[in-house]
């Protein structure tokens, strides 16, 4: 059987004057798979998430994000996914609650929908403690965790993360990607934006950016077996580094 694309992406250009930061990309993500999109800072990787969450308008291409046109469906598909930046998307001077909550608002989750709803990820958290709380009070790990929930909360099909375990410690990294792979087992499809190689090999499939460009894309498995390589780090090494010598 067929897997179901609920991303497709074609010949997708984005240009700032005489820069291009995604040059023709072409890549299709399947209904509940973790999507890694890999790279260093500035190979384009966040600038074609925005694209793809109708935050940006392309230069030129397509991209259908669960059957919604990029173009013409902005609106629409900006109510189906999730995103949580780079930066945790929370307010600092909120309390975990008033965070929560004008996140909900913005999705029309009110009334007893909403009171069920926070409790139930208050108790999952295990933040009764600080959720009247001030965000910026709180560890960097409890905001990370808090946002990707907040992200998660009107329970969209898809959810995109920007770079979202950067500057948290190894420990942290590891729950948060237990959260995400809590989500893919619900049937949730998650694209991921990191420049950490390691979390490569957590992705069912991966895309490696370079330049504005995809320099590979595949399962961790193939790409190391292709590469003749031990890990991702070895994999980015040997597939990008190659084609900066010769520029």
């Given at each position: 059987m067929d897997k179901e694309r609920i991303i497709i992406v074609k010949d997708l250009v984005k240009r700032f004057g005489d820069f291009t930061a995604n040059d023709h990309l072409n890549f299709e993500v399947y209904k509940g798979e973790i999507f890694g999109f890999l790279g260093a800072?500035?190979?384009?990787?966040?600038?074609?998430?925005k694209i793809l969450c109708g935050l940006s308008k392309p230069t030129s291409g397509e991209a259908n994000?669960?059957?919604?046109d990029i173009y013409k469906d902005t609106h629409n598909i900006r109510k189906i996914i999730g995103y949580m930046s780079q930066r945790f998307s929370l307010y600092e001077d909120l309390t975990v609650y008033e965070n929560i909550r004008f996140f909900a608002g913005i999705y029309g989750i009110r009334g007893k929908e909403f009171k069920k709803k926070?409790?139930?990820?208050?108790?999952?958290?295990?933040?009764?403690?600080?959720?009247?709380?001030?965000?910026?009070?709180?560890?960097?790990?409890?905001?990370?965790?808090?946002?990707?929930?907040?992200?998660?909360?009107?329970?969209?099909?898809?959810?995109?993360?920007?770079?979202?375990?950067?500057?948290?410690?190894?420990?942290?990294?590891r729950q948060f990607w237990e959260m995400i792979y809590q989500a893919a087992e619900e049937g949730v499809t998650v694209f991921v934006t990191t420049h950490y190689m390691?979390?490569?090999?957590?992705?069912?499939?991966?895309?490696?950016?370079?330049?504005?460009?995809?320099?590979?894309l595949d399962t961790p498995a193939k790409l190391r077996?292709?590469?003749?390589?031990?890990?991702?780090?070895?994999?980015?090494?040997?597939?990008?580094?190659?084609q900066k010598a010769e520029l």
């Open positions: 800072n500035g190979a384009g990787k966040t600038t074609a998430m994000i669960a059957g919604l926070v409790q139930k990820l208050i108790e999952k958290l295990n933040i009764q403690n600080v959720a009247h709380t001030l965000v910026g009070a709180i560890p960097l790990g409890w905001k990370q965790k808090l946002a990707f929930s907040i992200a998660m909360f009107h329970e969209p099909p898809i959810v995109f993360l920007d770079e979202p375990t950067s500057g948290v410690d190894p420990h942290t990294r390691d979390e490569a090999e957590y992705c069912d499939r991966v895309s490696i950016m370079d330049h504005g460009k995809i320099a590979a077996e292709t590469a003749g390589a031990v890990n991702m780090n070895d994999v980015f090494l040997k597939l990008v580094r190659p």
